[in-house]
């Protein structure tokens, strides 16, 4: 069987892949979510979703430098990697090794129904993928039919030290837009711009956002924000620590994140 990966790569898989190696900790949450758990034989270290099902499945190391020969050892029918998580050379040396391994590429909300279905497809699970995929098209229109009249200016940290911000054409930038935000990260150069705080702190934000992944930032980051209370956000104490897994892991937890956002951006409005 041949498909075409999200980077328009050609792949030839046995119909269907029956051993599977995940290298995107929100994609082995989807895998199984949609009952092919029993296929998965290996996940990165990062994959901690679902937490019970994945105990006992072996591990090989993180998404930026999996142990490649032990994934050549499992013999997989198929990898699945994701253009932002994982890294080229990875991808082309697993490919060089005859494996062959399936590219997203995750940019935006809208991304995650057209390339998980085109996925589920590849893997003969297109039945179960359905209703799910068919609900977060349906909070994707709901996202848009309560779309606010103003734009709130937020500013969502990734990292500290250096300070790290969601910026232009990622998938939780898009998110965040979605639920009514400025993403004032996008007025800063790259996907991730990084800067010092008082860099961030000039484009005067309405919103904060600091979620527990990547960086587990919580109550003690707040004091780094003290000599800025003439940013709005600041003064009127709406830097809000949120679930990182909501903001940054693309799939079906962007149903409950794309109304939970909309509210905590909404709570912002003057």
Do not use: H
């Amino acid at each position: 069987m041949i498909v075409v990966d999200a980077l328009g790569r050609r792949l030839e898989l046995k119909n269907p892949p029956q051993r599977i190696v995940s290298l995107v900790p929100s994609l082995t949450e989807w895998l199984f979510d949609v009952g092919l758990g029993a296929r998965v034989v290996a996940v990165t270290d990062y994959c901690i979703e679902p937490a019970a099902a994945l105990a006992g499945i072996p591990r090989i190391r993180g998404t930026k430098n999996p142990d490649r020969s032990k994934i050549i050892g499992l013999q997989p029918d198929l990898v699945i990697a994701d253009q932002e998580e994982n890294r080229e050379r990875d991808v082309l040396a697993l490919t060089a090794a005859g494996i062959p391994v399936y590219v997203t590429a995750i940019r935006s909300v809208a991304d995650v129904p057209e390339q998980y279905e085109r996925l589920a497809m590849a893997l003969d699970a297109a039945e179960a993928a359905a209703p799910d995929l068919a609900a977060l098209r349906a909070a994707l229109a709901e996202a848009q039919q309560r779309a606010l009249q103003r734009r709130i200016p937020t500013l969502a940290f990734i990292w500290r030290d250096p300070w790290m911000a969601v910026g232009a054409e990622t998938y939780a930038g898009d998110l965040l837009e979605r639920c009514g935000a400025d993403n004032l990260g996008r007025r800063l150069p790259g996907r991730y711009p990084r800067a010092p705080l008082e860099a961030f702190m000039r484009l005067q934000p309405d919103i904060i956002l600091l979620p527990d992944e990547p960086y587990a930032f919580s109550e003690r980051d707040l004091d780094a924000f003290a000599p800025y209370g003439d940013v709005p956000a600041v003064r009127d104490g709406r830097i809000l620590l949120c679930d990182g897994m909501l903001l940054t892991w693309p799939g079906l937890r962007a149903i409950r994140a794309l109304r939970m956002f909309a509210e905590m951006i909404a709570g912002g409005e003057r």
